[in-house]
């Protein structure tokens, strides 16, 4: 298996430009989460998805956030419109089954710097 | 609320040398402890992890790591380190009922030729 799979992995955008970001989890896989890292706050869990219905989105920081998972190839996290403090490096990982105790399995990255 | 402490943010030790880099988690009931390696540019790597049963475990490219509950304290080991360890290193607790890990901050290990 190719592994979880971003794209871009790198993003330089204006304020106030949307941004895209994508992501395919490990096929068969029936979870998704969206995380950020800062380095001011770490690894910070946006999002996640089971069998790409939102279950929890407590930890999206604005209105300004979105994720969709329009079927279980494909997840997008957008942001529109961007802010500098926005910048981050943007994970998604995918596991196999719920429970605290799964691995998840992670992708490398999307680097956004937003100007 | 369930938390995770990394107290140390750099760690610097001399190829060969033996490590240990430190987590404690703050956690009602039996926590899962995790630990991953992300290198520079990477995603995060599952080094080991821990849900019950021995309270020493492997993990890949040699690191063990040991869960004492009295001291709600997961730290990695290594006896010999490689240069290719350099990385960030994070510990991380799912709470059961829940899908989500949390994650310290990470340790930065920097090894010397």
């Known amino acids: 298996d190719a592994g979880v799979i971003q794209s871009p992995r790198h993003e330089v955008t204006e304020m106030g430009q949307e941004v895209t970001l994508r992501c395919k989890p490990i096929?068969?896989?029936?979870?998704l989460f969206w995380y950020r890292q800062t380095m001011m706050r770490g690894l910070e869990l946006l999002i996640y998805?089971?069998?790409?219905?939102?279950?929890?989105d407590s930890g999206m920081p604005e209105d300004r956030f979105s994720a969709k998972m329009p079927n279980a190839s494909f997840s997008t996290l957008k942001i529109q419109p961007s802010e500098p403090r926005d910048s981050a490096v943007y994970f998604c990982a995918s596991s196999l089954g719920g429970g605290a105790f799964n691995e998840q399995f992670f992708g490398p990255g999307t680097r956004l710097t937003v100007l | 609320a369930q938390s995770v402490t990394q107290p140390d943010i750099h760690i610097t030790v001399s190829e060969g040398a033996s490590l240990e880099l430190r987590c404690n988690y703050s956690y009602g009931a039996t926590p899962y402890l995790f630990w991953y390696v992300q290198s520079p540019g990477q995603g995060l790597q599952l080094l080991l992890k821990y849900f019950s049963g021995d309270t020493l475990v492997q993990g890949i490219k040699g690191f063990e790591a040991e869960f004492k509950r009295s001291q709600s304290s997961f730290n990695l080991r290594k006896p010999s380190v490689h240069w290719s360890d350099a990385a960030e290193y994070f510990c991380a607790v799912g709470t059961s009922g829940t899908y989500k890990y949390i994650f310290g901050t990470g340790t930065r290990l920097k090894v010397l030729a």
């Open positions: 096929s068969g896989h029936d979870y």
């Open positions: 998805f089971n069998n790409n219905v939102p279950i929890d």
